[in-house]
């Protein structure tokens, strides 16, 4: 597009320093006709100039307000999965699950205290001599429902799964599964969303320069995901920006 910009305004110069080459040396009776024309074309090609730019700015409002609400439901979707490998200990790439889970899931509250007992082993093969040992004792205090805990009285994780602004029906897509070595595996999850399904009723030509992005104040690439597939992380791809934006 700066291409675009660069070329109009060097037609614009050009239609000016013609403006006066006309005013200075052609004759009278055709000046009228040609300056109406050439002032015509001036106005055109700053109404295309404009437009290239204003253009660009709208495409990023509108990108910028439909990727928090993109963000705030893979926000969602990590918490409860967070949620979800606490009582389970793996994560789950199924939202029926995952929900049920939310509804009738309980965290529980525990306290852990040290103590210490009499060590019978030891005593014993000592002739009698008490000997003692260290332990750690859990005790559970208390269980919060999960729904509770995470959406308090709202209902958003019922829809969580359904991708904003997108074509009817879209979903994240969601993954879950583990990596690491044999013996030594930790659980991995990802949840994800093109680009371009968040952006289908914008300009191509913004959705293609969009999706070749990369910058640390963008999320690069043509995708919007949090987690990974190929590491063990929970965080998304978004700048902080968008953190800000979400909070609840």
């Known amino acids: 597009m700066l291409t675009l910009i660069l070329i109009t305004v060097a037609v614009i110069l050009l239609t000016v320093g013609i403006v006066w080459v006309i005013d200075k040396f052609v004759p009278t009776k055709l000046k009228p006709v040609l300056m109406i024309g050439l002032w015509a074309l001036i106005i055109f090609l700053g109404y295309l100039t404009f437009m290239s730019v204003y253009g660009e700015i709208k495409f990023n409002q509108v990108k910028e307000k439909r990727y928090a609400k993109v963000i705030e439901n893979l926000i969602d979707i990590r ?21 049920n889970f939310i509804e009738n899931g309980k965290f529980i509250i525990t306290q852990r205290r040290d103590s210490t007992v009499l060590d019978e082993v030891k005593t014993k093969a000592y002739g009698g001599v008490e000997s003692f040992m260290e332990i750690t004792i859990v005790d559970t205090l208390d269980q919060v429902s999960v729904k509770d805990s995470l959406f308090k009285t709202s209902t958003r994780y ?7 602004f997108a074509p009817e029906g879209t979903k994240y897509t969601l993954k879950a599964g583990q990596v690491g070595e044999e013996g030594d595996k930790e659980p991995v999850f990802e949840a994800s969303v093109l680009k371009k399904l968040v952006l289908h009723d914008q300009e191509p030509d913004y959705l293609f320069k969009e999706n070749e992005v990369v910058s640390v104040e963008e999320i690069d690439g043509n995708t919007i995901r949090v987690g990974s597939m190929e590491e063990v992380k929970v965080i998304g791809n978004w700048p902080k920006l968008y953190d800000v934006q979400t909070k609840k």
């Open 79 to 99: 918490d409860s999965e967070l949620a979800y490998r606490e009582r389970k200990g793996k994560f789950t790439n199924n939202y029926n699950e995952l929900i």
């Open 158 to 164: 019922k829809t969580m799964m359904n991708v904003p």
